[in-house]
């Protein structure tokens, strides 16, 4: 029911995927009369998978602007509480949702739990780089602030993932930074900064600066949610930007027009590599089970993405597996971890060990 075209751009994703992958099953939460009229729109040879697609009426609907301590203790026959319940129950093995960030991210620490002591999870997406690669950025808004020992949760939760989702080896982990100096940045990255230099079964390149993101020489870049939002926003507003700007160009007069024609199968395939579409679907780390959010602006295309991406973290258990490694690998730190609200959750202190 999320996302700015609601059941139109999830009901027609669910058939995309569906078609794409034989042996998939998929539940829909949403009021039953806004997903019937999706259905009743798709074109006639998209209804042979509907026979693994299943309905569940939910009467109640979790609003973009609602604060998650509301949602919390509100209704529990929402869409995103139903859809969470399906997985904690064992019915579902991932939640896919383009809904309210701050409330999907509470409802599933509810729902779901953590893993091996991570107090809040992490927001992470992939971004592309040089070469048709891409990196892994993580947080993206759920850890507005992030002391020394978060950040290299982070760090650790992204190696897993890029290790066991893109089959890397050694995936090359940097903090990011206003430099690369040793004495930039604030206390708590130079903090992190030296902690994870003593990992010596993680590959850390240090620090890296912004414009290093997409240069193809890391694959994880760690760094606090305040700034991956906004460097993420940025990021996503600058490929729209220049695709234009492309556009604009060519067809400014009958010879860069002419220019522009033969140029479409190429212009074509750089407006695919840059979409942000293409890399829709942020995983929530450190949750005891896979939650995938997509952008709320995706389509259906998109949100297709956010569906085959959770189907990659189901493919690989990536909770058991960040359970195990983060359980064996990450310091036991005694620490006072404040959740700031930063969400809209009320502000809770708790020690950490």
């Keep these: 029911m999320g996302g700015d075209f ?20 998929l539940s829909l939460f949403g009021q039953q009369p ?18 693994r697609l299943t309905l569940h009426h939910s009467p109640a609907v979790v609003a973009e ?20 319940d399906c997985v904690a129950s064992g019915e579902a093995q991932a939640a896919v949702s383009a809904g309210n960030t701050g409330a999907l991210m509470a409802l599933s620490r509810r729902a779901l ?16 780089t040089r070469g048709k690669g891409h990196c892994y950025l993580l947080d993206l808004g759920a850890n507005v602030e992030a002391d020394a020992g978060r ?18 080896e050694r995936p090359r982990v940097a ?19 030296a902690r994870l230099r003593d990992f ?22 760690v760094c606090d949610g305040f700034v991956g939002n906004a460097v993420l926003k940025a990021s996503e507003g600058l490929a729209r930007m220049l695709i234009q700007r492309v556009q604009q160009t060519f067809e400014a007069h009958w010879g860069s027009r002419l220019v522009g024609f033969l140029a479409r199968p190429a212009l074509r395939r750089l407006r695919g590599e840059l979409d942000p579409v293409r890399y829709n679907g942020a995983s929530l780390l450190g949750l005891g089970g896979i ?22 973290e189901v493919r690989e258990d990536l909770p058991s597996q960040l359970a195990h490694e983060l359980s064996e690998r990450r310091p036991v730190i005694a620490s006072v971890a404040c959740d700031r609200g930063d969400s809209g959750t009320d502000a809770r202190c708790q020690t950490n060990e």
């Excluded at 806004?34 to 026979?51: F, I, M, N, V, Y």
């Excluded at 709320?296 to 993405?305: N, P, T």
């Design 34 to 51: 806004a997903l019937d009229e999706a259905l009743a729109q798709l074109p006639r040879g998209d209804a042979s998978s509907l026979s």
């Design 200 to 221: 010596n079964h993680m590959d850390y390149r240090g620090f890296i600066e912004g414009d290093g993101i997409y240069s193809g020489h890391v694959d994880v870049v």
């Design 6 to 25: 609601g059941p139109r751009a999830t009901v027609s994703a669910a058939v995309r995927a569906l078609q794409a992958h034989p042996r998939l099953h």
């Design 175 to 193: 903090l990011l930074n206003v430099g690369i100096e040793g004495t930039k940045g604030t206390a708590s990255v130079r903090e992190a900064d």
């Design 291 to 312: 939650v995938v959010k997509s952008h709320g602006s995706a389509d259906a295309i998109g949100f297709a993405h956010a569906i085959s991406r959770a189907m990659q």
């Design 65 to 84: 602007d609602a604060k998650p301590s509301s949602v919390l203790r509100g209704s529990k026959d929402s869409s995103l509480s139903m859809m969470l």
């Design 151 to 168: 950040l290299v949760d982070f760090a650790l939760m992204g190696e897993v993932m890029a290790r066991r989702i893109d089959g890397l």
């Design 113 to 128: 739990g953590t893993v091996a002591g991570i107090p809040r999870p992490a927001i992470s997406t992939a971004v592309p």
